[in-house]
C-alpha cells in the first residue's frame, strides 16, 4: 500500500473535505509511486487522514474518503446511488455525478433519459472505469453508457482521450431531451462537453421572467439556442441567436422548429464580428454566456479585461432600460469581478446598472462549502438605464 505524509500543520483541509492534496503539500511518499494507485494519506505525526487517488502530477492526491474503508465496487455503488438520490424529481435529463460535489474526484455523468455519458477526468478514475460503469448500470439501468472523455480542458494527469460505447445499446447520435416543456435535440457523441449545458437550467427559466414582452432580443455564445428559445417562449418579438459552431447552429435551428418558435434566428458567426457590424434596431435584453476563458488564478486580471471586451461590444446595441445578462463558466471569475467587469464595460456612459438578478448552476451541479471550487457558474442580470 502507498503511504502519503503531509507536511505540519497540512492535515486541516482535508479533514474538512477538501478533495485535492497538492505536491508541495506533501513531505514523503512511501511505496511504488504509480499514478492512479490507491494510497493511504497520514498527518506528519502519522494520524491517518483518508484514502485516495495518487498522481505524480501536481494535484497528488484526490481524496476518496476519510474513512479507513475498501474501495470497491460497493464503494462506488454506494457513492453512485446516494448521488442519484439527490436528483429525484429533476426529470429524466439531468447531470447525475458532479465531480468532487458527489464525492466521486473527476467523474462527470450525465443522464439524457434512456442513456448516460460518462467523463473521467483523473488517471485513478481512469483505472477504475469498469467498475464505475457497473455501479452505474445497477443504480440507473440504462439502455446504454456512452464516453465522452475527449475534454479540450486541460487536466494534470496524462489521460487518453476516449470516446466510445462502454455498456449496452448503443446511443443514438442525436436525441431528444425537454426542459421547461421546451424540446431540444442533443448530440451526445460529438457535442460540446456531453451534448447540453444542464448547469444553465435554472438561469434559462430566469430569462423568462425578464425578457421584454415584444422586445427584440439577442443570444450571444448561443450553443443549441438554450436562451434564445426561452426568450422566444417569453414572448420576444424577434430573438437572434450568435454561435461560431456551424453544427451547434444546425441544431439550434431544428429546436427552434420542433417548438413551433419561427421568430428566432440563428446565424453561424463569431460575436464580435457580429456586434462590429451590426446596424439593426438595438436589443432589449442581451444574453452573453461565453465559453470558460480562464483556469489559472494569475489570469484573472486578464480574465476580467476579456470579459469587459465582450460587454463593451453591446454597449451601443442595448436600448434604454434594456436588460443585459453576463455569464461566467470559469470558477476563478468569482461575482465580484464579473460585475467588475460590467462596471467597467459602462464607466463614463453616466448609466445606471440596476441588478435584477443573480443565477448559479442549477442543483443537479451541486457546490459544497469545502470545495469552493464546485461553484463555477454565475449569471449577473442588470437593467440598464
Known amino acids: 500500500m502507498l503511504l502519503v505524509f503531509l507536511k505540519s500543520n497540512r492535515e486541516a483541509k482535508v479533514l474538512n473535505g477538501y478533495p485535492n492534496i ?3 503539500e506533501i513531505r514523503k511518499v512511501e511505496g511504488v509511486e504509480e499514478d492512479g494507485d490507491i494510497c493511504n494519506v497520514f498527518s506528519e505525526d502519522f494520524k ?3 484514502k485516495g487517488f495518487y498522481s505524480k502530477s501536481n494535484v497528488s492526491v484526490r481524496m476518496l474518503t ?9 464503494f462506488f455503488r454506494n457513492r453512485v446511488e446516494k448521488a442519484a438520490q439527490k436528483r429525484r424529481g429533476f426529470g429524466d435529463s439531468y447531470r447525475l455525478i458532479h465531480g468532487e460535489a458527489d464525492l466521486l474526484p473527476g467523474v462527470i455523468a450525465d443522464k439524457y433519459r434512456d442513456f448516460v455519458v460518462l467523463q473521467i477526468r483523473n488517471v485513478g478514475m481512469e ?3 469498469p467498475v464505475l460503469v457497473s455501479a452505474l448500470a445497477q443504480v440507473v439501468s440504462p439502455k446504454g453508457i456512452y464516453e465522452r ?3 479540450l480542458s486541460s487536466s494534470s494527469d496524462i489521460l487518453t482521450r476516449n470516446v466510445g460505447l462502454l455498456y449496452g445499446e448503443e446511443p443514438p447520435d442525436e436525441l431528444n431531451i425537454t426542459e421547461h416543456d421546451l424540446i431540444y435535440k442533443v448530440d451526445i457523441k460529438t457535442g ?7 448547469d444553465q437550467k435554472d438561469s434559462r427559466l430566469f430569462v423568462r421572467s425578464i425578457t421584454p414582452n415584444g422586445g427584440l432580443a439577442l443570444d450571444a455564445f448561443s450553443y443549441t439556442g438554450g436562451f434564445a428559445l426561452n426568450m422566444a417562449k417569453a414572448g ?3 430573438v437572434i441567436a450568435l454561435d461560431k459552431d456551424e453544427d451547434a447552429v444546425r441544431l439550434g435551428r431544428i429546436n427552434a422548429a420542433a417548438n413551433g418558435l419561427d421568430n428566432v434566428e440563428f446565424i453561424n458567426v463569431r460575436y464580435e464580428d457580429y456586434m462590429q457590424s451590426y446596424t439593426g434596431e438595438p436589443f432589449d435584453i442581451i444574453v452573453l454566456d461565453p465559453p470558460s476563458i480562464i483556469k489559472k488564478k494569475e489570469e484573472r486580471k486578464q480574465g476580467v ?3 469587459r471586451n465582450i460587454v463593451s461590444l453591446s454597449v451601443p446595441h442595448l436600448k434604454e432600460e434594456g436588460v443585459l445578462g453576463l455569464c461566467s463558466c470559469a470558477y476563478q471569475i468569482d461575482l465580484d469581478l464579473l460585475i467588475e467587469a460590467v462596471r467597467r464595460s459602462y464607466s463614463g456612459s453616466g448609466k445606471t446598472l440596476q441588478v435584477l438578478g443573480v443565477t448559479y448552476q442549477s442543483g443537479d451541479h451541486p457546490w459544497v462549502l469545502s470545495y469552493p471550487e464546485s461553484l463555477y457558474l454565475k449569471c449577473l442580470w442588470v437593467k440598464v438605464f
Open 305 to 307: 479585461e476579456i470579459f
Open 127 to 129: 483505472r477504475y472505469k
Open 149 to 151: 472523455s475527449d475534454f
Open 48 to 50: 491517518f487522514l483518508g
Open 66 to 74: 476519510l474513512a479507513d474503508e475498501e474501495i470497491d465496487e460497493d
Open 192 to 198: 460540446q462537453k456531453t451534448g447540453f449545458f444542464f
Open 22 to 24: 497538492y505536491r508541495d
Open 236 to 238: 420576444a418579438s424577434q
